[in-house]
């Protein structure tokens, strides 16, 4: 499904990331943990196709695609949904109008009819329900004047009436409180299919308590550097990154 090979890429003409490497395939969560500054974030970036970064060498392929040659709204209709912390607000622009604009360009790109009135309700009411958001945040203008839990239960109903085939999610380190990693953990969990994928970037230990990935990730220094189970995040919580550094510096 993505296929990431040797990403380079800067911002500011400092390299950040530096011959990244990554697979996933349908069916799989991927978590990526790693220290602060490592590049989790700008890989999240590029990935959502921020123009600030510069990919200098390497190549991102979604399903037989180049991703880095298109834009931002033609990631979206392809299925590829990306969550950041704190989304823009848009003021005056429904969620429910906003997320039914969004799925009927999906389907459109699909050759599907748009969704009718009823259905689509349904859909919010199902969803809604799944992420347990209150159905009158759902009505709200995107994101206005919503709390950071509210944003992120917010994000994840987004994710689910969206359907993505890939879904990527950057839980920076600040301001996810333990029912925010919750509402993640569960709209992850719940959404899992045998034809989608899921890649949550992680500063936490704690979001893997609850999100069960197939392989973990350790992203240092501008690379992949360690892959393994899911008992690999345990193992970074109980004894840092320090260990990695080291067995990196006795394969130099
Ligand atoms: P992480 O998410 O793993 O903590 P980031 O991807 O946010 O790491 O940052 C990686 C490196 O890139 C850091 O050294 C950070 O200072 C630098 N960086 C990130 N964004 C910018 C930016 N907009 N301008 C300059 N440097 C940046
Ligand atoms: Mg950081
Ligand atoms: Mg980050």
Redesign the pocket.
């Known amino acids: 499904m993505l296929n990431i090979k040797n990403l380079h890429a800067s911002?500011?003409g400092?390299e950040?990331l530096k011959g990244l490497n990554l697979e996933v395939k349908p069916g799989e969560v991927h978590a990526i943990m790693?220290p602060?500054?490592?590049?989790?974030?700008?890989?999240a970036s590029i990935l959502a196709g921020r123009e600030?970064y510069e990919v200098t060498d390497g190549e991102v392929d979604f399903e037989g695609k180049d991703l880095l040659d298109m834009d931002t709204e033609v990631r979206a209709r392809e299925g590829v949904f990306l969550a950041f912390q704190y989304p823009v607000e848009i003021p005056g622009v429904s969620n429910i109008n906003f997320l039914r604009t969004a799925l009927n360009e999906i389907r459109e790109h699909k050759g599907q009819e748009p969704i009718s009135a009823k259905d689509f309700m349904a859909m919010v009411r199902e969803k809604s329900k799944l992420v347990e958001l209150d159905a009158k945040l759902a009505s709200r203008a995107v994101n206005e004047g919503f709390s950071g839990g509210e944003k992120k239960r917010n994000e994840i109903f987004q994710m689910a009436m969206l359907e993505p085939k890939l879904a990527i999610l950057d839980e920076?380190d600040s301001g996810l409180d333990i029912d925010a990693l919750r509402i993640v953990a569960n709209g992850v969990n719940k959404l899992k299919s045998k034809d989608n994928a899921t890649i949550v970037i992680t500063?936490y230990q704690r979001l893997l308590d609850y999100i069960v990935p197939d392989f973990v990730h350790v992203?240092y220094n501008g690379k992949i550097v360690k892959t393994g189970p899911k008992e690999l995040a345990l193992e970074l919580e109980e004894k840092g990154y320090d260990w990695i550094k080291q067995e990196l510096g006795e394969m130099a």
């Open positions: 911002i500011e400092k950040i790693g602060n500054g490592a590049g989790k974030s700008t890989l600030e920076t500063h992203l």
